[in-house]
């Protein structure tokens, strides 16, 4: 696994840091920006043992279940459903688990690191102040769903790339690209496919206006 440089840290400082804005996020500072990364951890450090409880769960009741409908067909297919969801849970416990190894570097870094903390600060700041027009960008491009509706890290990884796309002078290529790598390591299974195609249709629509 090739290091990340700066910027890609910074995303992941921001998207963190977005969950735990304080009311006022244009007054938010570098020296601040670490206890918002330590906040968002904590948060996920929790949610990461949640998925665990309910995976182990579902392997346990998938596995009672196929003991008990060896005659039965129905329900030997209700237990293999439920095996193929336990397994999504746990595939999306390890993906949480892979990135908690990290959380102490990052934490390091929003503490150190100016140059990581300082575009962190630039597009949880973006983001903040641009809100609307970010999530009509976002909103158009959606298909039978609404902004407020999607999970909070899928809605913050698409709010941190159109930032950059249209505030921040990144390439649109460079940002569909960081964000589809954020899907990969905080989203659900299939989240980076949903966010890399929310993304494209939002450039195909800047270029059509």
Same mark, same amino acid.
């Given at each position: 696994?090739?290091?990340?440089?700066?910027?890609?840290?910074?995303?992941?400082?921001?998207?963190?840091?977005?969950?735990?804005?304080?009311?006022?996020?244009?007054?938010?500072?570098?020296?601040?920006?670490?206890?918002?990364?330590?906040?968002?951890?904590?948060?996920?450090?929790?949610?990461?043992?949640?998925?665990?409880?309910?995976?182990?769960?579902?392997?346990?009741?998938?596995?009672?279940?196929?003991?008990?409908?060896?005659?039965?067909?129905?329900?030997? &297919?209700?237990? /293999?459903?439920?095996? +193929?969801? =336990?397994?999504?849970?746990? !595939? $999306?416990?390890?993906?949480?688990?892979? *990135?908690?190894?990290?959380?102490?570097?990052?934490?390091?870094?929003? &503490?150190?690191? /100016?140059?990581?903390? +300082?575009? =962190?600060?630039?597009?949880? !700041? $973006?983001?903040?102040?641009?809100?609307? *027009?970010?999530?009509?960008?976002?909103?158009?491009?959606?298909?039978?769903?609404?902004?407020?509706?999607?999970?909070?890290?899928?809605?913050?990884?698409?709010?941190?790339?159109?930032?950059?796309?249209?505030?921040?002078?990144?390439?649109?290529?460079?940002?569909?690209?960081?964000?589809?790598?954020?899907?990969?390591?905080?989203?659900?299974?299939?989240?980076?496919?949903?966010?890399?195609?929310?993304?494209?249709?939002?450039?195909?629509?800047?270029?059509?206006?």
């Amino acid at each position: 696994m090739q290091p990340r440089i700066p910027r890609q840290i910074a995303r992941e400082l921001a998207l963190l840091s977005l969950s735990q804005l304080p009311a006022n996020p244009k007054k938010l500072t570098e020296q601040q920006l670490p206890k918002l990364v330590l906040a968002a951890v904590r948060t996920l450090t929790s949610e990461v043992q949640e998925t665990l409880n309910s995976a182990s769960a579902e392997l346990q009741r998938s596995h009672d279940r196929v003991l008990s409908s060896e005659t039965r067909a129905s329900d030997l &297919n209700t237990a /293999r459903t439920m095996l +193929k969801e =336990a397994i999504s849970f746990t !595939q $999306t416990a390890i993906n949480q688990l892979g *990135a908690a190894v990290e959380f102490p570097e990052l934490i390091q870094l929003a &503490n150190q690191d /100016r140059e990581v903390a +300082k575009y =962190a600060l630039e597009i949880v !700041q $973006t983001v903040s102040a641009n809100q609307n *027009a970010i999530d009509a960008a976002i909103g158009s491009a959606l298909v039978d769903w609404q902004v407020t509706r999607l999970a909070q890290i899928d809605r913050d990884i698409l709010r941190i790339a159109v930032a950059e796309m249209d505030f921040l002078n990144v390439p649109d290529r460079i940002a569909i690209n960081e964000a589809v790598e954020l899907a990969k390591r905080y989203s659900e299974e299939e989240g980076h496919r949903f966010i890399n195609g929310v993304l494209r249709r939002v450039t195909e629509q800047k270029k059509a206006v």
